[in-house]
């Protein structure tokens, strides 16, 4: 019977250099976070002003 062949034989050299691109902080959900950093604050407060804004001018509305 022959023998299995030697993984060595079959490496893949270029594994080291790729490693990079399965690594999780290049990820589509890490990259699309970075892309906008600041985004989930400056959304928090926007709301905030508004919400703040509308229930301050409630009163001030000029009826007809």
Request: aromatic share 14%.
């Amino acid at each position: 019977m022959s023998s299995p062949p030697d993984p060595q034989l079959y490496r893949d050299p270029w594994a080291k250099r790729e490693a990079w691109r399965k690594h999780p902080v290049f990820s589509r959900r890490a990259m699309f976070a970075r892309a906008f950093p600041g985004f989930g604050v400056a959304l928090v407060a926007f709301t905030t002003y508004v919400i703040a804004e509308n229930m301050l001018s409630k009163e001030e509305k000029p009826s007809h």
